[in-house]
């Protein structure tokens, strides 16, 4: 989308649908609670952050930029919660299965609060920190150095909703952007992955050996008007919340705007989309 | 020209025999691997560069070190060199075709290595890596072959090839910069992050393609009747002491770096290369003995050579084992060290030792035989039309 056409929609208040292939966006975004604020409000806020770039050191917003935080309080002393939504993205993602680290596939898995958080002191942490796992995923960065170093293009940032999205067919094995990933969120398949899918789903394509893959937001699902897998698994707690953080009154951006949350090495300027709060 | 490679003594066919050897073992392990996976390697998703890359990332180094000679010769009218100039661009087209095949060995998906081209992508260093890898290759072809023509029919070389000469001096730095550039931008891989890390790529690239070159040159005095000249031989020594040096001081300043600062990052992979690092109860430390060998290597070469020049002693087995000494100690750092090292402590600060399966090393030796072979032959001729025209 061009633009004007972008600025013209966020002028009307309409950012929600600039994501027209993700109608996702559009759902959670106009979900009723949010739709009572004040959709007049919704422009002038856009347009304000227009007005005023500089006000917190921070770029205007553009377009939709998705985003996803996890509210790890929600989470702690459940670890079968965070191993049902792992779960629900390994079925629908057909993502196999190895035993061994070597060969591991993950899209999505648990870490300690130091491995997550490598920038983040562990000392004299508390004991909810040291006993709990955490949720790591990719971060669909903003400035993403996996898509900076791929020489085919073959990982890119999807300008209509800010994914980082990965083309299988294109990809031509190199692993350079694993070594870009300064989150170890990417994968490789070093044997046919077909081998080892346990449930097979028919509506996502399966890879082939020799690419990488990493979690792609459920792009695929949120164009069927569905929510991210890992989400919907344990929707209940409302520890997952998902939708454009570019747009100040989704619900992902309301809790931003309430909470404070922590990103995964933010020093390294990648600009992550995904938060936690801790 | 290239009918002077099928003739020769039963050595020269043993040997090329011997390494034939290698390539079709390499090439088995090559198809295994084809056919079912990189999962093969020792490579995971922890260390997801391995031996292959590393070996590659050295080699780019030997056909930079060609620069030492081109660059006197050509630019200092250093007539010493005029005999090995050659040996020099030689060199550098068999280590870039190693290379070329190490990153065939590499990527998972072989048959669409077109992509890089298909579908270029600027912002990517391995896209310009590719360019000047290409690029040099390309060069170095031409100068060679025009030069060695021009040579064999005795006449001066044509006027339009020194212009590709001088663009293969910049072109030869650049290899080695751009290959540097692929490690050292990386955030999150606190030991490549240095920016220091290409002008020691460049440094040991200097020490270590000329030394290759010293021993080549020491062989075929023996085998092939070829003396590159006293002087040319001291000059290289000479040449390859500072690069060595350079390099050394290098390292230095990284351990200087790391331990002065205290930050962790910066010392994990130099702890884990030379003392082992200990995580979580375990001391992960299997490549200490090859980095303390490296060392010494290194040292021990660089004094048998400053021992040589004081004592204005002579001699070729101790020049040879001098040169041998320090590329080692080179392949040692820069084609284990390096690439192992930056990987061992993963972004999520998990450790992961590397061990390379037989099948990869395999392949590995495979291609180094391959390009044993390559250079033979290439020098084989460049020398028979050396030897043709002197013996005029
Ligand atoms: S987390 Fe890693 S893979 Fe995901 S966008 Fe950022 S750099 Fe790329
Ligand atoms: S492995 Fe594939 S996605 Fe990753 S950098 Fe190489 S071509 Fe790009
Ligand atoms: S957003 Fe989708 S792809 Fe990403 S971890 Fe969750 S379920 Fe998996």
């Not at chain 2, 050295?58 to 050509?74: E, K, N, Q, R």
């Not at chain 2, 790391?258 to 995580?279: R, T």
């Amino acid at each position: 989308m061009d633009n004007q056409r972008r600025k013209f929609l966020k002028m009307a208040g309409a950012t929600a649908l600039a994501g027209i292939s993700a109608p996702a966006v559009v759902k959670l975004t106009a979900s009723p609670a949010l739709a009572s604020s004040a959709p007049a409000g919704h422009g002038a806020a856009t347009q304000d952050s227009h007005a005023q770039p500089a006000a917190h050191g921070e770029e205007a917003p553009k377009g939709v930029r998705l985003g996803l935080l996890i509210d790890m309080r929600k989470l702690y002393g459940k670890p079968e919660l965070m191993d049902k939504a792992i779960a629900a993205c390994n079925k629908v993602h057909n993502i196999p299965h190895y035993d061994d680290r070597k060969n591991e596939i993950k899209w999505i898995w648990k870490t300690p609060f130091e491995n997550a958080f490598v920038d983040q002191s562990v000392y004299h942490s508390s004991k909810e920190t040291k006993e709990n796992d955490f949720l790591v995923l990719c971060n669909h960065c903003d400035e993403p150095p996996c898509v900076r170093v791929c020489p085919t293009k073959a990982t890119f940032r999807d300008e209509k909703n800010g994914i980082v999205a990965m083309d299988y067919h294109r990809c031509i094995g190199c692993r350079f952007c694993m070594m870009g990933c300064p989150y170890g969120a990417r994968s490789f398949n070093w044997f046919d992955p077909r081998d080892n899918i346990k449930e097979y789903n028919p509506k996502f394509p399966t890879r082939m050996r020799g690419v990488v893959e990493k979690c792609n937001f459920c792009g695929e699902r949120l164009a069927e008007g569905l929510e991210p897998a890992c989400l919907e698994a344990i929707k209940e707690t409302g520890a997952i919340v998902f939708g454009d953080i570019n747009d100040p009154n989704s619900e992902i951006s309301q809790v931003l705007a309430k909470e404070h949350t922590i990103q995964r090495n933010s020093s390294l300027g990648t600009k992550p989309s995904v938060f936690y709060i801790v | 020209m290239i009918e002077k490679a099928l003739k020769g003594n039963s050595a020269y066919w043993m040997w090329l025999a011997f390494l034939s050897a290698f390539i079709a073992v390499g090439a088995i392990c090559y198809l295994r691997q084809f056919f079912i996976g990189m999962g093969l390697t020792g490579m995971g998703r922890d260390l997801s560069w391995g031996l292959y890359i590393s070996q590659f990332t050295f080699l780019v180094g030997v056909a930079a070190g060609g620069l030492m000679l081109v660059l006197p010769y050509y630019i200092h009218n250093y007539k010493v060199f005029g005999r090995i100039t050659i040996l020099g661009e030689f060199l550098a087209i068999a280590a870039l075709i190693m290379c070329l095949m190490f990153i065939m060995a590499d990527i998972g998906q072989p048959l669409r290595g077109l992509n890089m081209i298909l579908h270029p992508t600027p912002n990517s260093m391995l896209f310009w890596d590719m360019v000047v890898l290409l690029g040099y290759l390309s060069l170095n072809l031409i100068c060679g072959w025009v030069i060695l023509t021009a040579e064999k029919k005795q006449v001066k070389p044509p006027k339009w090839v020194y212009i590709f000469v001088y663009i293969s001096i910049p072109f030869a730095v650049s290899i080695h910069t751009v290959t540097a550039m692929l490690y050292c931008g990386l955030p999150g891989r606190h030991f490549w992050l240095s920016a220091i890390t290409a002008p020691r790529f460049l440094a040991s690239a200097f020490a270590a393609g000329p030394a290759l070159i010293v021993i080549f040159c020491l062989i075929m005095k023996r085998v092939a009747n070829f003396d590159a000249g006293k002087e040319a031989i001291n000059k290289l020594t000479t040449i390859i002491m500072y690069a060595a040096l350079i390099n050394a001081f290098f390292v230095c300043l990284e351990f200087f770096v790391g331990w002065y600062s205290n930050i962790p990052g910066h010392k994990h992979a130099l702890e884990y290369l030379f003392f082992g690092l200990e995580h979580g109860g375990h001391v992960y430390n299997n490549l200490v003995p090859f980095m303390w060998t490296s060392v010494f290597l290194c040292f021990g070469g660089l004094l048998l050579f400053g021992y040589m020049k004081i004592a204005k002693i002579d001699n070729d087995l101790l020049v040879g084992l001098g040169c041998l000494a320090i590329f080692i100690a080179l392949w040692l750092d820069k084609g284990l060290g390096f690439v192992f090292g930056g990987l061992a402590v993963n972004p999520l600060n998990e450790v992961t030792e590397y061990y390379p399966t037989a099948n990869e090393i395999g392949i590995t030796l495979g291609i180094w035989a391959f390009g044993f072979a390559l250079v033979t032959i290439l020098y084989k001729v460049a020398i028979k039309v050396e030897q043709e025209v002197e013996g005029h």
